[in-house]
Structure formats: structure tokens, C-alpha cells
């Protein structure tokens, strides 16, 4: 069973930048979707990025600050510029597969 680890996350003013790294535990193939969520304190779990071989897509919150990007069948990577206090979330790697697979997230906040 492929497992996912997300990492990268910490405290950043407003305006500042993160890489998060989602690794996956086995190759996932290139045909599956892979993805990133967050979810903020007291809100639903919300869909930030999503990569496929039809391209990515993105939240319009998130539109030309964040960057999804897939270097190999293992990691999937979300950058994160000019980060805003409303992007403080838990962030969770996705694995759009038949078993929908879930990282444990990893812990972002914007804050001055």
C-alpha cells in the first residue's frame, strides 16, 4: 500500500515562501492525479492544487502564488510565494487513486 509523507511546512510572515514536499513510499503512476488540500482551523478541508497529465489546476486563492509540480513517480512538490495569513492551514498531500490515498499533512502558518 503506498503511503505519503508530507514535509516543509513552518511559521512565515505574510509574504514569504515554502516549498512542501509530498514522498510517496512506491512509484505512482503518471496516469493518476496527484494533489495538495488544506485545511484550516474550524473550516472544510479545501483542494489548492492538483496535478495530471492534462496539466494543474489551481483554487483562484492560490493563482499565481502557488506552483504544483511532479519531478518523478515519488514526490510531488508545492511552492508557495507570497504567502497571505489566510493560507495558514494543515496541508495534505493527495493521491487521486482507486484507494484515494492521504498523506498526514503538514503544518503551515502565515503570520506576523
Known amino acids: 500500500q503506498v503511503q505519503l509523507v508530507e514535509s516543509g511546512g513552518g511559521v512565515v510572515q505574510p509574504g514569504g515562501s515554502l516549498r512542501l514536499s509530498c514522498a510517496a513510499s512506491?512509484?505512482?503512476?503518471?496516469?493518476?492525479?496527484m494533489g495538495w488540500y488544506r485545511q484550516a482551523p474550524g473550516k472544510q478541508r479545501e483542494l489548492v492544487a492538483i496535478?495530471?497529465?492534462?496539466?494543474t489546476n489551481y483554487v483562484d486563492s492560490v493563482k499565481g502564488r502557488f506552483t504544483i509540480s511532479r519531478p518523478n513517480a515519488t514526490t510531488v512538490y508545492l511552492q508557495m510565494n507570497n504567502l497571505k495569513p489566510e493560507d495558514t492551514a494543515v496541508y495534505y498531500c493527495?493521491?487521486?487513486?482507486?484507494?484515494?490515498?492521504w498523506g498526514q499533512g503538514t503544518q503551515v502558518t502565515v503570520s506576523s
Open positions: 493527495h493521491a487521486f487513486m482507486p484507494s484515494a490515498i
Open positions: 512506491r512509484n505512482i503512476f503518471a496516469s493518476y492525479a
Open positions: 496535478i495530471s497529465p492534462d496539466g
